[in-house]
């Protein structure tokens, strides 16, 4: 089902949200402009077969307008439910997501490790997660960029306002982990992680 190269994520869209303009310097005279060029660059780099995980807060719009939205994006949208999601998760809008949860455990085959790769998947940061002891990685949006990096850890920011060309492909964000450099946990830690 997920592989190497099938798999993008992407967070914090905000479809339709006029503040969002003023609040992130985002580089659009507004909300359409704003629209049109996230969907745009989405189908140029998700296909209709692939997954594509949204980490939360997807749309302003009305539900009819958010759902003529999701109807134009290509792949296999799962949504990471983010605090600005209560309508999208119900109702037609619902309908539109390959599955909804607060907090998702992926894991991707991948041939050039020597384990698959797990990812927790969240809206919010959080400072562990299940088997971040253990090379596990850490996705989330919400805070638009302001949250202080720590490259010490496997765990990033993977919004619109941090990653503009957003979607990232699994081996983008593959690439963006092993530039960081995370430090191992003690013996100690490790054995209560």
């Not at 941090?162 to 983008?172: I, R, V």
Request: with cysteine.
């Amino acid at each position: 089902m997920f592989t190497t190269d099938n798999v993008f994520f992407i967070a914090d869209t905000h479809f339709g949200h006029r503040n969002i303009l003023k609040l992130t310097d985002r580089p659009f005279e507004n909300t359409k402009e704003m629209d049109e060029a996230i969907i745009e660059l989405w189908n140029e780099r998700v296909g209709p077969e692939d997954h594509i995980f949204h980490l939360g807060d997807v749309s302003w719009h009305n539900t009819r307008r958010t759902l003529r939205i999701l109807e134009r994006l290509q792949g296999h949208i799962h949504l990471i439910r983010g605090n600005h999601d209560t309508y999208i998760a119900q109702g037609r809008c619902a309908e539109r997501f390959a599955s909804i949860h607060d907090l998702y455990e992926l894991t991707i085959p991948d041939p050039e490790l020597p384990q698959p790769q797990r990812i927790v998947l969240c809206h919010y940061a959080l400072r562990v997660w299940n088997h971040s002891a253990y090379g596990a990685w850490h996705l989330y949006g919400h805070s638009h960029g302001l949250l202080p990096d720590v490259p010490a850890s496997l765990s990033f920011d993977i919004g619109m306002d941090c990653y503009p060309d957003s979607p990232l492909s699994y081996p983008q964000i593959k690439a963006l982990m092993h530039a960081r450099r995370p430090q191992t946990p003690t013996h100690q830690a490790q054995a209560i992680l």
